[in-house]
């Protein structure tokens, strides 16, 4: 149990924990910053796409949900990553093939988080009612027309497009940073 407690905190147990915590902390932050300044064209895009034009005002609607999940999600993300890779990279595999093996793990890891932000989000961008007003609203309404696989909707195509990407990315992330490393 303590351990635990010491994972949450990101204190440094031995040192198994203390970088992926960094990670995810700073992965935390940097997805919301980025969140809060790329959303108002996220509401945009979102109405743009279900025919909706834009609007005055309610180019943050939704965010809210985006500050919690993704907060959430980009810690999972990173952290996962980094502390996927350490392991697989400690048992012998390759730099590379760890790198994009973690990519694989944070992915499917942090889905199931980031589908249902971006359910609960889209629906707060483009339907103004009260059904969809807040997060709570938003969950209520889906979980009683669909159930929990309202949450999901789109997960798989989430699955099939992101996953290969995070892993690729990832790798090849790690692989020009190495580059560049040596390069200097």
């Not at 743009?48 to 005055?56: H, M, R, S, W």
């Given at each position: ?9 990101g204190v440094?147990?031995a ?10 902390y ?12 790329t ?7 979102a ?12 180019l ?13 999600g ?10 996927a ?8 595999m ?5 790198a994009?093996?973690?990519g ?6 942090t889905?199931?988080v980031?589908?249902?932000q971006d ?30 696989k ?13 996953t ?21």
């Open positions: 149990k303590l351990q635990f407690l010491y994972l949450i905190a440094n147990v040192g198994l924990f203390a970088e992926p915590m960094e990670d995810a700073a992965g935390c932050l940097a997805g919301l910053i980025a969140a809060a300044v959303h108002p064209m996220d509401t945009l895009k109405r743009k796409i279900v025919g909706l034009g834009p609007q005055a005002g309610g943050y609607r939704g965010f809210g949900t985006v500050a919690l999940f993704c907060s959430v980009n810690g999972i993300y990173f952290g996962s990553y980094e502390y890779k350490e392991r697989l990279e400690a048992r012998g390759g730099p590379l093939a760890a994009f093996t973690a694989l793990v944070a992915n499917t890891a889905l199931t980031w589908v249902p359910v609960l989000k889209e629906r707060q961008q483009v339907f103004n009612t009260p059904a969809y007003r807040s997060l709570t609203s938003s969950a209520r309404t889906i979980l009683a027309e669909h159930g929990v309202g949450m999901y909707r789109g997960a798989h195509l989430s699955f099939l497009m992101y290969p990407l995070c892993a690729m990315y990832f790798m090849l992330y790690e692989w020009y940073k190495a580059r560049l490393c040596d390069y200097r």
